[in-house]
């Protein structure tokens, strides 16, 4: 089946696509926030500009698209044409998560990766993110284990 966009048509969807501030990061970002925890956007001076970063806690969380990063969830179907194209594509986003991430890790990060299809589940997203951050609120130095605290409810 032939593409019925003309390319320019095509180039103005695909320029509506947002790297930063997607429905998944927002959402993920009012529950945090909801929950107590405070945290940076985007940092520059770190590799792969994370999407969430909680400084004191030694912590980076990126909210990724399950079809662009290529999670295994089913939502990261190969689209019908240029087929070529997209399998460089994606590759190449999967490499550079897989780079983003060690480099992170190697300056002593430690990176949690939130899948948009986990947000279907939020009770169970937040406690897992709870598990990891900690408990909310100043850390004088990294904090690890866990806390037992009451979820947000999360709009639709």
Not at 63 to 79: K, L, S, T
Not at 80 to 95: D, G, I, L, Y
Not at 106 to 121: N, R, Y
Request: proline share 6%.
């Amino acid at each position: 089946m032939a593409d019925i966009l003309t390319p320019q048509e095509r180039s103005a969807l695909m320029s509506r696509i947002r790297g930063i501030n997607t429905n998944p990061e927002l959402i993920v970002r009012r529950a945090l926030h909801a929950l107590g925890y405070r945290f940076r956007l985007h940092a520059r001076d770190l590799p792969g500009r994370p999407d969430l970063v909680l400084r004191s806690r030694g912590m980076v969380i990126f909210v990724h698209g399950c079809f662009w990063h290529r999670h295994d969830c089913g939502r990261a179907y190969m689209p019908k044409t240029r087929r070529e194209f997209w399998q460089r594509k994606f590759a190449s986003n999967v490499e550079r998560d897989r780079r983003t991430r060690e480099e992170l890790e190697a300056g002593g990060w430690e990176v949690i990766v939130v899948w948009e299809c986990q947000l279907a589940k939020p009770s169970a997203l937040l406690a897992r993110l709870v598990g990891k951050l900690g408990p909310a609120g100043r850390v004088s130095k990294p904090v690890r284990g866990g806390t037992k605290v009451t979820l947000p409810r999360l709009g639709s």
